[in-house]
Antibody, heavy 124, light 112 residues
Framework: EVQLVESGGGLVQPGRSLRLSCAASGFTFDDYAMHWVRQAPGKGLEWVSG????????GYADSVKGRFTISRDNAKNSLYLQMNSLRAEDTALYYC?????????????????WGQGTLVTVSS | DIVMTQTPLSLSVTPGQPASISCKSSQSLLHSDGKTYLYWYLQKPGQSPQLLIYEVSNRFSGVPDRFSGSGSGTDFTLKISRVEAEDVGVYYC?????????FGPGTKVDIK
C-alpha cells in the first residue's frame, strides 16, 4: 500500500523559513518523480514543485521560484521542500504527491497518490 | 499558463441520477505523442484529492465504473452514471501537457 506522510508544517512568521518532509513507503521510491501541491484554506489546488526520480529535472511554480527548493533522498525514501522568505500567501495545506508514471515512461507529470498534507500558516 | 475552467461550479444531485461536469482548457491538451493529458480528481470532504480518471478516459485503479471521462482537444466531460452518497465532494480537472500543471476551480457536488 502506497503511503505518503508529510511533516514539518506549523506557524511561522513572514520572512522566516520552514522545511517540509514527506516519508514514502509501499512503492519503489526512486522509480518515480515526486511533487508538492498546496491548497490554501477554502481554495483550490496549486502545483508547487516537482522533482524527477534522480533529481535531474526540477520545476517550480512562478509563485515560489527563488524561494522554495525541492529535494529528495532516495536512500531514505524521502521528499523535502525547503521554504524560505515565507509570505502570508504561502499559507496552505501542503500535499506530497507521487507521480503516476514510472520514470522510464518520460511522461508529463500527474499525481496518483497523495498524502494527508501538512499545514503551513504564515502569520505574525 | 494553461487556464482550466469548469461548469457548473456546484451541482446538487438526487441519488441514482446521472451527473455531468464540463472542463475546458485554454489550449489543446493533445500531445505530440498522441496522448491527451487531462485528469479528473475528487476531493471528498476532509480528505486529500484522489485520482479518478487519467488521460481523459482511463479509470484509475479501484474507481467504480459509474465514473467515465470523455473529450478531446480543449473540451472534456466527467460523467457519473448514477450518483451515490459517497460521491460528494469537489471535482477538479487538471492538465499537465504544459508546465506548470494547472487545475480547474473545482465543481462541488452534493446530494439533494
Amino acid at each position: 500500500e502506497v503511503q505518503l506522510v508529510e511533516s514539518g508544517g506549523g506557524l511561522v512568521q513572514p520572512g522566516r523559513s520552514l522545511r517540509l518532509s514527506c516519508a514514502a513507503s509501499g512503492f519503489t521510491f526512486d522509480d518515480y518523480a515526486m511533487h508538492w501541491v498546496r491548497q490554501a484554506p477554502g481554495k483550490g489546488l496549486e502545483w508547487v514543485s516537482g522533482i524527477s526520480w534522480n533529481s535531474g529535472s526540477i520545476g517550480y511554480a512562478d509563485s515560489v521560484k527563488g524561494r522554495f527548493t525541492i529535494s529528495r533522498d532516495n536512500a531514505k525514501n524521502s521528499l523535502y521542500l525547503q521554504m524560505n522568505s515565507l509570505r502570508a500567501e504561502d499559507t496552505a495545506l501542503y500535499y506530497c504527491a507521487k507521480d503516476r508514471a514510472i520514470a522510464a515512461a518520460r511522461a508529463p507529470p500527474s499525481f496518483d497518490y497523495w498524502g494527508q498534507g501538512t499545514l503551513v500558516t504564515v502569520s505574525s | 499558463d494553461i487556464v482550466m475552467t469548469q461548469t457548473p461550479l456546484s451541482l446538487s444531485v438526487t441519488p441514482g441520477q446521472p451527473a455531468s461536469i464540463s472542463c475546458k482548457s485554454s489550449q489543446s491538451l493533445l500531445h505530440s505523442d498522441g496522448k491527451t493529458y487531462l485528469y479528473w480528481y475528487l476531493q471528498k470532504p476532509g480528505q486529500s484529492p484522489q485520482l479518478l480518471i487519467y488521460e481523459v478516459s482511463n479509470r484509475f485503479s479501484g474507481v467504480p465504473d459509474r465514473f467515465s471521462g470523455s473529450g478531446s482537444g480543449t473540451d472534456f466531460t466527467l460523467k457519473i452514471s448514477r450518483v451515490e452518497a459517497e460521491d460528494v465532494g469537489v471535482y477538479y480537472c487538471m492538465q499537465s501537457i504544459q508546465l506548470p500543471p494547472t487545475f480547474g476551480p473545482g465543481t462541488k457536488v452534493d446530494i439533494k
